[in-house]
């Protein structure tokens, strides 16, 4: 069946820097777009970057653009988040989810809703 | 475009009809989904284009609205929806998810 699993979070002091990964399986990878979400401790839902199938297209959250960078590695069915500049605002949990029903048309690409979530990796900022 | 879901928790019988709702800052036109999250889990999806029930998901689920204004109904309140939901609109990015409505049983 379809799976995402998410790794490389761990303990990070401020002001470093840390890459997680997403392996999938069960699905041909290079045909979707993939979303990094992320739910800090007790919060809500909050989408976080986005990448398309051929990893051209990438988008992010104002709260990271600058900081984090999404990247994909379709001949090893992974999707990457380099996180730099982390502060405590950055602890939470970082899920990897498919994009339900992403598509190109010409130089245009189209996000949707996500139909299939890893079960998260989690990243603490903390000195 | 910030997405307001309201009540932020409610507290319902078994069997009974619950119903959230979900304000979007602006027009997005039908681009929204629903979401069910347990504790310790992943969100699932189990609406999207605020009305199509995603596949698998129970028919007591349901979802209507376009444009700004959305509701999301439980028909008959079960045990095992006990969850958070969240509304998400993906009209235009930045993609962007409603606070979350907490849902108990009384």
């Known amino acids: 069946q379809v799976q995402l699993v998410e790794s490389g979070g761990s303990v990070v002091q401020p002001g470093g820097s840390l890459r997680l990964s997403c392996t999938a399986s069960?699905?041909?990878?290079?045909?979707?777009?993939i979303h990094w979400v992320r739910q800090s401790p007790g919060r809500g839902l909050e989408w976080v970057a986005v990448?398309?199938?051929?990893?051209?297209?990438?988008n992010y959250a104002d709260s990271v653009r600058g900081r984090f960078t999404i990247s994909r590695d379709n001949s090893q069915n992974t999707l990457y988040l380099q996180m730099n500049s982390l502060g405590a605002e950055d602890t939470a949990v970082y899920y990897c989810?498919?994009?339900?029903?992403?598509?190109?048309?010409?130089?245009?690409?189209?996000?949707?809703?996500?139909?299939?979530w890893g079960t998260g990796t989690t990243v603490t900022v903390s000195s | 475009i910030q997405l307001t879901q309201s009540p932020s928790s409610l507290s319902a019988s078994v069997g009974d009809k619950v119903t959230i709702t979900c304000q979007a800052s602006?027009?997005?036109?039908?681009?929204l989904s629903w979401y069910q999250q347990k504790p310790g889990k992943a969100p699932k999806v189990l609406m999207y284009?605020?009305?199509n029930l995603e596949t698998g998901v129970p028919s007591r689920f349901s979802g209507s609205g376009s444009g700004t204004d959305f509701t999301f109904t439980i028909s008959s309140l079960q045990p095992e929806d006990i969850a958070t939901y969240y509304c998400?609109?993906?009209?235009?990015?930045?993609?962007?998810f409603g606070g979350g409505t907490k849902v108990e049983i009384k």
């Open positions: 990448i398309s199938h051929d990893g051209i297209n990438k």
């Open positions: 069960g699905l041909t990878f290079t045909n979707f777009g």
């Open positions: 602006q027009d997005i036109r039908k681009s």
């Open positions: 284009d605020a009305l």
């Open positions: 989810a498919r994009d339900a029903k992403y598509y190109r048309r010409g130089w245009n690409y189209y996000y949707f809703y996500m139909d299939v």
């Open positions: 998400h609109q993906y009209d235009k990015l930045p993609l962007t």
